[in-house]
């Protein structure tokens, strides 16, 4: 082990800084600083002022830094913390990591100029995402939203949410997929006639659809009520029937007298302000499920 010292104890040089280096050692560091001022700086002409290395493989650190603030980088011409990582992607590496612990946030940013963001992500060859999030929820916005590209919701439909009729047996019928009304209250309650014009349309969720949107998420419900999302706009799986009358792919649908169905609208008369919308697929007997695109009117 080969060690150096160089220790300065002269108040009147507060900008000297102690350094004791070593250069082997199982759990050896490289270089230690300890002052009132500074712990270790490093002035680089054109490089580095400081660098550190770790060749570890099980979580060593190239630089690590503890206190009220662990490491602070100050850029006065570019950037002040730059991170890189040259490990495969399978190894979930990162150039820079943060974690949150005890309350605090992983990573946080703040700017102060006109139109300069706090946090940027840009993915270099536009294969992957710029800003990725996980979580529940992925993704808190407080202020406006601005997109200037594609918004790509994986969803089928727009829904809205709605009150469910407060009885238990109504709360457990209304499944995703069930043509519901409204009762006197504006609550929802499964269909129960043909041609009812208090269609309110069909539960979302139904298949392998499922809301790209949901509207009035956290609109209150009244006590002892629950809340269903009734698709809007776009396409939804709906419970239909086709004892009657087959439904062919364009057919009106409107309410049935089969409980929490729909059918095909055939006195148009009748379907009048009852129409739920109109059939993607086909029924030819029977009941079961048939892909409906709503919001026609």
């Known amino acids: 082990m080969s060690t150096f010292r160089n220790e300065v104890n002269d108040p009147a040089q507060p900008e000297e800084t102690a350094i004791h280096g070593i250069s082997h050692g ?8 300890q002052g009132e001022a500074v712990g270790v700086r490093g002035d680089g002409g054109t ?36 991170g890189e990582t040259q490990a495969p992607s399978k190894a979930g590496s990162s150039g820079v990591l943060g974690e949150g612990k005890d309350g605090g946030d992983g990573v946080k940013g703040h700017a102060n100029g006109p139109g300069k963001a706090a946090v940027i992500g840009v993915h270099l060859s536009n294969r992957g995402p710029g800003v990725f999030g996980k979580g529940a929820p992925a993704g808190f ?40 009304v409204l009762d006197e209250v504006g609550s929802l309650a499964p269909s129960m006639r043909e041609y009812d014009t208090c269609v309110a349309g069909v539960v979302s969720g139904a298949g392998d659809r499922v809301p790209a949107l949901v509207l009035d998420r956290h609109g209150a419900a009244r006590e002892g009520a629950r809340r269903r999302e009734v698709a809007v706009v776009g396409k939804v799986w709906c419970r239909s029937e086709a004892v009657g009358r087959p439904i062919r792919v364009g057919d009106l649908l409107t309410t049935s007298s089969t409980p929490g169905h729909a059918m095909a609208a055939v006195d148009r008369e009748a379907a009048f302000g009852a129409v739920l919308g109109k059939a993607l697929t086909p029924l030819d007997s029977g009941t079961g499920l048939v892909l409906t695109l709503v919001g026609l009117a």
């Open 141 to 180: 916005f407080e202020g406006n939203v601005e997109v200037t590209g594609d918004l790509i919701l994986t969803g089928g439909d727009v829904a809205e949410q709605f009150d469910v009729a407060t009885s238990p047996e109504i709360v457990d019928e209304v499944a995703p997929g069930t043509v519901v």
């Open 26 to 33: 199982v759990k050896a560091i490289a270089v230690f600083g």
């Open 47 to 82: 490089w580095h002022g400081v660098a550190g290395i770790s060749t570890s493989t099980t979580g060593g650190a190239g630089v690590n830094g503890t206190g009220n603030v662990g490491v602070q980088g100050v850029g006065q011409t570019w950037i002040g913390v730059y």
